[in-house]
């Protein structure tokens, strides 16, 4: 493992709920000196900078601007040669699986992440039946995107310059890479701890269409509105019983986007309920 060349980039705002959970589970790959873990606290006014510094081996790095962008940006510029995992602070990210991603990007891959599963014990039943429904979609299971995780070889990063002014980096990255240059990796999946309540997950999904624009070609051809129409279609044939679960994603989705249309821009929309205290 100590072969294993990596950062481990972590922009984070007000995260003092879920940071401990964060790097907690890289804690074996921090002491192995196989990956170096950078948090970006942009704009923080809690303690995640202070919770952070309590992990040896984290370098902290304090921003007075609220912005990921700036964070990712920081986090770039501090970080050392090799592959980057670039991970949301509320996502649980094994050492195993950093392990096997940084891994398949030395030898080939261009971008690459884990699996990803959601953790949907404290949500409402329209949450759950939607994220059901959700994981069962093989058109966005392949995607960089929406999965709070995203890797890139030092190749792939010499993709772009650095991360432009815009909401959605997944959104970003994933436009650079054709579908065969992304690798999902088989191992440990990334755990997503989704929205409590209906109205958390309408907001998240209203933030999703407001900014899908910004990069057009980021949804088509993969996990794109016609991809994910072809999965249920197909999933519905195998499996007409789904039909409840497709009806709760179809719906929430053309409400949210409702939502979308008729708000302004009002910038990035976060959920608090999956930070919430169990």
């Keep these: 493992m100590n072969d294993i ?8 705002h007000n ?32 303690r995640t900078a202070e919770i952070a510094r309590g992990f040896a081996g984290v370098t902290v790095v304090e921003l ?36 096997d991603v940084a891994a398949a990007l030395t030898t080939g891959a261009l971008a690459a992440r884990p699996p990803r599963s959601f953790d949907v014990h404290h949500a409402a039943w329209v ?39 815009i909401l959605s980096d997944d959104l970003f990255v994933h436009s650079l890479f054709s579908a065969d240059e992304i690798v999902i990796v088989a191992t440990d999946p990334v755990v997503i701890t989704t929205p409590r309540r209906t109205a958390d997950l309408l907001r998240i999904l209203r933030r999703h269409h407001r900014t899908q624009g910004e990069v057009a070609p980021a949804v088509s051809p993969t996990g794109g509105r ?44 976060r959920d608090a309920s999956s930070r919430e205290a169990h």
């Design 127 to 165: 949450v759950r039946r939607w994220y059901a429904l959700r994981q069962s979609l093989p058109s966005i299971s392949g995607t960089l995107w929406g999965a709070g995780c995203y890797a890139l070889s030092e190749g792939g990063r010499a993709r772009f310059t650095e991360f432009p002014d």
């Design 5 to 12: 060349r990596a950062s481990i980039v972590i922009a984070a």
């Design 64 to 99: 007075d601007i609220a912005s990921k962008v700036a964070a990712l940006r920081e986090g770039d510029r501090l970080a050392g040669p090799g592959a980057r995992i670039y991970l949301d602070a509320d996502i649980v990210l094994t050492s195993r699986a950093a392990t």
């Design 226 to 269: 016609a991809s994910q129409l072809s999965d249920i279609r197909a999933l519905l044939r195998r499996n007409p019983m789904r039909i409840v679960d497709v009806g709760v994603y179809v719906v929430t989705i053309a409400y949210a986007r409702m939502l979308a249309r008729a708000g302004s821009n009002v910038g990035w929309e």
């Design 15 to 46: 995260e003092e709920q879920v940071i401990a959970r964060t790097l907690e589970a890289l804690t074996p790959s921090i002491r192995s000196g196989g990956f170096e873990v950078l948090v970006v606290c942009n704009g923080c006014t809690d």
